[in-house]
């Protein structure tokens, strides 16, 4: 009996281990240098790496693997400097690299602690390279970039991926289910076997 239930257990593991949530890259933000030497020009640069290459599209599988052209809609940059946080509108942006707009370029000298890319996806049924579907949990996206060493970015250096997470079940939901089902399987044979044990 024991043998069965660790094999139950193990089984449930593997299950939950293969079932979680998942999320794939779409995108990505960036601080870079765009005009170098002193004074310098630094700028955030947010490219949207979706749609099939072979019709025009940016997605660079397998890491960024939706073949959908997806456009991030009513997208916004919140900056976090040393006299607070601003809100830069972007509007909608296509598949593709953002061409740095002038309100996100800044003097080599400004400080960011924080930067924080928010849009919504026009649609949340994507179909990837490999032609399996992925359906997104919500069409609200967010990207948070932090300094990497320090109190402000580093250009060239700091960057966060914009992602999208799957409508799956959640892993804790699946594994409380298992967990569930072996105790009830545990108790189970622990009766049968006081049965046994006593006839």
């Given at each position: 009996?024991?043998?069965?239930?660790?094999t139950l257990?193990?089984?449930?593991?593997a299950?939950?281990?293969i079932?979680?949530?998942s999320?794939i890259?779409i995108g990505?933000?960036?601080?870079?240098v765009?005009?170098?030497?002193?004074?310098?020009?630094?700028?955030f640069n947010?490219s949207n790496?979706t749609?099939?290459?072979?019709?025009?599209?940016f997605?660079?599988?397998?890491?960024?693997?939706?073949?959908?052209?997806?456009?991030f809609?009513?997208?916004?940059?919140?900056?976090?400097?040393?006299?607070g946080?601003?809100?830069?509108?972007l509007?909608?942006?296509?598949s593709?690299?953002?061409?740095?707009?002038?309100?996100?370029?800044?003097?080599?000298?400004?400080?960011?602690?924080k930067?924080?890319?928010s849009?919504?996806?026009?649609q949340t049924s994507?179909t990837?390279f490999?032609g399996?579907t992925?359906?997104?949990a919500?069409?609200?996206i967010?990207a948070?970039?932090l300094?990497?060493?320090g109190?402000?970015?580093?250009?060239?250096?700091?960057f966060?991926?914009i992602?999208?997470?799957?409508?799956?079940?959640?892993?804790?939901t699946?594994?409380?289910a298992?967990?569930g089902?072996?105790?009830?399987?545990?108790?189970?044979g622990?009766?049968?076997?006081?049965?046994?044990?006593?006839s």
């Open positions: 009996m024991l043998t069965s239930t660790r257990f193990v089984t449930m593991l299950f939950c281990g079932s979680q949530a999320t890259d990505l933000i960036s601080f870079d765009l005009i170098p030497g002193t004074p310098g020009v630094n700028a947010i790496f749609g099939d290459p072979g019709t025009g599209g997605a660079l599988p397998p890491d960024f693997p939706v073949f959908t052209s997806l456009s809609l009513f997208s916004t940059l919140t900056l976090v400097d040393t006299t946080a601003h809100v830069i509108p509007g909608d942006i296509g593709g690299p953002l061409i740095p707009p002038s309100s996100v370029h800044f003097p080599d000298t400004a400080l960011f602690s930067a924080t890319f849009a919504t996806l026009d994507l990837l490999d399996s992925f359906a997104a919500s069409s609200a967010e948070v970039i300094p990497s060493s109190n402000s970015f580093v250009a060239g250096t700091d966060a991926v992602t999208v997470s799957s409508s799956e079940p959640r892993t804790f699946l594994v409380s298992g967990l089902a072996l105790l009830i399987w545990a108790l189970w622990r009766r049968f076997s006081q049965e046994d044990q006593g």
